[in-house]
């Protein structure tokens, strides 16, 4: 579905991701992990096109990614929730969720999702359609930045960090709808909140230093003890 080959990004003369490879399989979850700094916010503005990467790959299906610009990357199926959520503060929910949806059918034949649907599976936001963004709860504009990924029709997701700020009760409710939602659309989850990772991952890669030390299964990376605790520090 995704997939990320030998992808090398550079901040000026600073050489950040490092033969970067990683592929997200249809209907699966990838959590990518790693300490600060690791790399990982980079490798989602890679893919997006924040940050194209010098050289490698980057696939959604058999549509090349890298060099084009993040419109036509959204256009091609790569929703795209960043760090910070990023909402517009002064426009109200249902505002926030009708700019972000797409005028066309998407690329691929996937699901068109509309305002109803995302209002379905946020309830909150529909209660809360006309007030600021602004004024939301971080949790209802973390759900908010959600449902407006998701109203471009994405084929892939990528959340950068959705838990971040977040009250545990409201975190539980996230990971449950992520569960649901892994169900029909392939996800990229950058997560600092471990437990919640291994609740929803299938799949994790570990960044060291921009390289990959660990891609495999979340059961063979769970018996890893020692790449664990030397990446991540747990123990
Ligand atoms: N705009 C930038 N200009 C220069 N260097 C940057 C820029 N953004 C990030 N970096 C550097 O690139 C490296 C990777 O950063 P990145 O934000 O991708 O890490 P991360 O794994 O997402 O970390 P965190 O968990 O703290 O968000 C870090 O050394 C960081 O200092």
């Not at 990320?4 to 003369?13: I, K, M, Q």
């Not at 600060?36 to 924040?50: D, I, L, R």
């Not at 449902?147 to 009760?169: F, H, K, N, Y």
Request: aromatic fraction near 4%; include cysteine; proline fraction near 5%.
């Amino acid at each position: 579905m995704l997939s990320l080959e030998r992808v090398n990004a550079f901040y000026g003369d600073s050489h950040v991701l490092h033969d970067v490879s990683l592929a997200l399989s249809p209907g699966r979850l990838l959590a990518l992990l790693g300490r600060n700094g690791a790399g990982k916010s980079t490798c989602m503005h890679a893919v997006v096109g924040f940050l194209p990467p010098r050289s490698g790959r980057i696939r959604i299906g058999e549509r090349e990614l890298q060099g084009a610009a993040p419109e036509a990357i959204c256009r091609h199926g790569v929703g795209f929730v960043p760090q910070g959520r990023r909402i517009f503060p002064t426009l109200t929910v249902r505002e926030n969720l009708e700019v972000a949806a797409r005028r066309h059918a998407p690329a691929g034949g996937g699901r068109r999702w509309t305002r109803e649907d995302v209002q379905q599976i946020f309830p909150r936001l529909k209660e809360r359609e006309k007030q600021l963004a602004g004024s939301l709860s971080g949790g209802e504009q973390q759900m908010l930045a959600v449902g407006r990924a998701l109203m471009t029709s994405p084929r892939v997701l990528l959340l950068d960090e959705p838990s971040e700020g977040l009250a545990p009760q409201i975190v539980r409710e996230l990971g449950n709808v992520l569960a649901d939602l892994k169900k029909e659309i392939s996800i990229l989850l950058v997560e600092q909140n471990l437990g919640l990772a291994m609740k929803l991952a299938d799949d994790v890669v570990l960044l060291n230093t921009g390289r990959v030390v660990f891609s495999g299964s979340r059961d063979a990376f769970e018996q890893q003890q020692d790449v664990l605790q030397r990446h991540l520090g747990v123990h």
